[in-house]
């Protein structure tokens, strides 16, 4: 076969202008957002790579399916529509709709874990590690080794360290370890994916101490296109099947629908444990609604329903993987040391490896990102310390385990030619690495700091 362009496999329906702020204009938006790229409005920015999260294009069938929206309150035919389609594809027997993915966490997170416990993941994503910690539990990272040498083209350095999951569950002991969980991609490790083999690894460690397993599902769809392109034997499977077997090696899952389902807005908890089911919609009534919307409209669970089918579309993930290789070529050839391999859905700049000026207290991967924006109108997000790090009573920080800036491709969105202009601004800052300087940090939250701090740069 000759070599083809793998091309957008739709075409554009629907357009939303984008604005161009002047350089005066970022900067002084920069300054008013205390150097903190949340606090910006959207239209004071040009490409937003901020998160793939709820910032995809819908299809006509999901706008056609909102119109079919049934808004009752209780035992809306959306809702089973939606309860349908993830049982299609989860095969879990409780499906439990929930505004997004960090709703899922604090319902299964409250019911399931208490003060003192510990909960294994590869890596805990930031609200994932919040909730968590929030119930007095510790988030504990058991990612393997391959996965700090950023260099490494390690295909699945989202697995977790199978031998290090077995000494912490004999160490704290088996009672305090409520659940094991599994994030499919790893987002905070480069959106790297986790191989069927360590799935089957783990799932046979917590069948040793009989412990729960859960999955935090949002990118499934591009962990289970990486296991078939990756993972020796698999390569014949439909993404749909691999995602059925992933799904198998669970008890649950928790899933933001903003990512891999394709929408706007929306997620949902699924088990297997109908104990543990009846007391997650107890608490989902509480506070998210009744248990056939979930906080949802039913025209949102339509677009949920219709999202996560088309995730799984092998000519749609060819697509999205390629994209976002794309934009790592561009980034790569820039001489901006990234992650390697790209992750699914996102690049991840290596700030540290750039910057090696500016220590981690003084927040590089914060300072770069504020450096793109500035310089083109691009919106990353910091994954450093600023994120992970912690001030401790002293006044001291402990740096975050590495400093990155994602650059998160937001799903049917942009074209080949905004990414283009990315890579050109990648470059111009990269270009003048060594005059970039560091900020300090002004204001910061008690918890999920990264989203309200504010800062001011380091003369
Ligand atoms: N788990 C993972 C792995 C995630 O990436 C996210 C969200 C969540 C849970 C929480 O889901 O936002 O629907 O409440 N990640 C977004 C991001 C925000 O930018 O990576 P949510």
């Not at 554009?12 to 900067?27: G, L, N, Q, S, Y």
């Not at 910690?133 to 989202?158: N, T």
């Not at 599994?182 to 783990?202: D, K, M, Y």
């Not at 690049?347 to 910057?355: F, G, H, I, Q, S």
Request: glycine share 8%; with cysteine; hydrophobic share 40%.
């Amino acid at each position: 076969m000759p070599y083809r362009t793998i091309i957008e496999p739709f075409r554009i329906h629907t357009v939303e202008p984008i604005d161009f702020p002047t350089a005066e204009a970022r900067k002084a938006a920069l300054e008013r957002s205390g150097y903190n790229l949340f606090e910006l409005h959207a239209d004071e920015v040009i490409i937003d790579l901020l998160t793939d999260s709820g910032t995809g294009a819908m299809s006509t069938s999901q706008w056609a399916g909102m119109m079919r929206g049934d808004e009752s309150y209780a035992g809306s035919r959306s809702f089973y529509r939606f309860r349908d389609a993830v049982t299609a594809i989860t095969g879990l027997a409780h499906v439990i709709p929930t505004h997004q993915g960090r709703a899922a966490e604090r319902i299964l997170f409250q019911t399931a874990v208490k003060p003192g416990d510990v909960v294994p993941n590869n890596t805990h994503f930031d609200t994932t590690r919040a909730n968590v910690e929030f119930q007095g539990a510790e988030a504990r990272d058991l990612v393997i080794e391959e996965s700090h040498d950023h260099s490494s083209d390690y295909p699945f350095k989202g697995n977790m360290d199978v031998d290090r999951l077995r000494a912490t569950i004999s160490e704290v002991g088996r009672d305090r370890v409520p659940l094991v969980m599994l994030t499919v991609t790893n987002n905070s490790g480069g959106g790297q994916p986790v191989s069927l083999a360590n799935l089957r690894e783990v799932r046979s460690v917590c069948d040793e101490f009989d412990i729960p397993l859960f999955l935090d599902a949002c990118r499934f769809a591009e962990n289970a296109w990486f296991v078939k392109t990756r993972e020796e034997g698999q390569q014949d499977r439909t993404p749909r099947d691999i995602a059925r077997e992933m799904f198998s090696l669970v008890d649950g899952a928790t899933m933001s629908a903003k990512k891999d389902g394709m929408s706007n807005i929306g997620g949902f908890l699924a088990m297997n444990d109908p104990a543990l089911a009846e007391v997650c919609r107890n608490l989902l009534i509480l506070t998210e609604g009744f248990p056939t919307y979930g906080g949802l409209a039913g025209y949102d669970l339509e677009a949920v329903a219709r999202g996560l089918e088309e995730a799984l579309d092998p000519e749609y993930l060819r697509y999205r993987i390629r994209s976002t290789a794309y934009l790592a070529d561009k980034v790569d050839r820039a001489g901006i040391p990234i992650i390697k391999p790209p992750g699914g859905h996102a690049v991840y700049l290596d700030a540290a490896a750039l910057l090696p000026h500016i220590p981690a207290s003084q927040f590089p991967a914060q300072a770069l990102a504020c450096a793109l924006y500035l310089e083109g109108g691009v919106r990353g997000v910091e994954i450093g310390s600023v994120m992970f790090g912690k001030r401790l009573e002293d006044g001291s920080e402990v740096p975050g385990p590495s400093e990155l800036v994602r650059l998160a491709v937001p799903r049917r969105t942009y074209t080949q030619s905004h990414i283009d202009y990315v890579g050109e601004v990648l470059i111009s800052v990269a270009e003048r690495a060594e005059e970039l300087i560091g900020l300090r940090l002004t204001y910061q939250a008690p918890w999920l700091r990264h989203f309200t701090a504010r800062f001011e740069p380091v003369e």
